[in-house]
């Protein structure tokens, strides 16, 4: 089970990132998290692929719970992140992806202005 290829098109790319890892039981930011996944092109392939890994936040509109039901109803085994290989792929989530280059444009505007 490979990472979409997310091209940059991922709405969460678009948004700030933090609404994609809300805490535990904050379900206002949760709806509004899934409620962008509802319209994205990659929500498909996007939950397909967070439903074979055990790893957090909403991901193709379902939160950790959603998925831990749905890989019980379709008898998926999900894999646990445990070598640098998984942590790297996981890791750079869209909303990672995002995150990322939001830091390097403040770095770069910060670098601009002095
Ligand atoms: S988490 Fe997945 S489905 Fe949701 S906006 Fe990002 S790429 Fe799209």
Known sequence: MKLPNFDGSQLCAQVDPELFFPERGDNTISKVA????????????????????????????????????????????????????MIKEPSETPAAQAKRRARARKQSSAQGAA
């Open 34 to 85: 899934k409620a962008i996944c509802a319209e994205c092109p990659f929500k498909k392939p996007c939950a397909e692929y967070a439903l074979h890994f055990e790893i957090r936040g909403i991901w193709g509109g379902t939160s950790e719970q959603d998925r831990n039901v749905l890989a019980r109803k379709r008898g998926i085994t999900r894999r646990v992140v445990v070598s640098l290989d």
